[in-house]
């Protein structure tokens, strides 16, 4: 077997490089070509729905409507007008007690089918 000379390899290491680059280039001009043709259909069907123009006005209702402070609407921090309004109630706990059944008669930890040890 002939070993290639140093010259060979970095002309194979550059024309390899070249490909690579190529490719992902093309790739990456793909994925921007298909997300253009796809904007634009979005947008032609957006526009060419029957209800566009109501749904229109009523997204820049909605946007004036809303609040300026996203972490008050959540309950994270007060909001500015706080002292204005009722007195915020706490949230009730979205998990009930762990605690088990009362009327349970019988063991539910293991499966029925199951040889007991």
Do not use: C
Request: proline share 12%; aromatic share 0%.
């Amino acid at each position: 077997m002939v070993q290639p000379s140093p010259e060979q390899d970095r002309r194979e290491v550059s024309r390899r490089v070249r490909i690579g680059i190529a490719g992902l280039a093309g790739v990456l001009l793909m994925v921007g070509l298909a997300e253009f043709v796809i904007d634009n259909v979005r947008r032609e069907a957006a526009l060419n729905s029957p209800d566009s123009v109501s749904a229109g006005a009523s997204a820049t209702a909605n946007a004036t409507a809303q609040s300026s402070e996203p972490l008050a609407d959540l309950g994270v921090t007060p909001s500015s007008d706080a002292g204005a309004g009722p007195a915020v109630q706490p949230a009730v706990p979205a998990v009930p007690d762990l605690e088990p059944d009362p009327r349970l008669q019988k063991r539910m930890d293991r499966d029925p089918r199951q040889p007991r040890p």
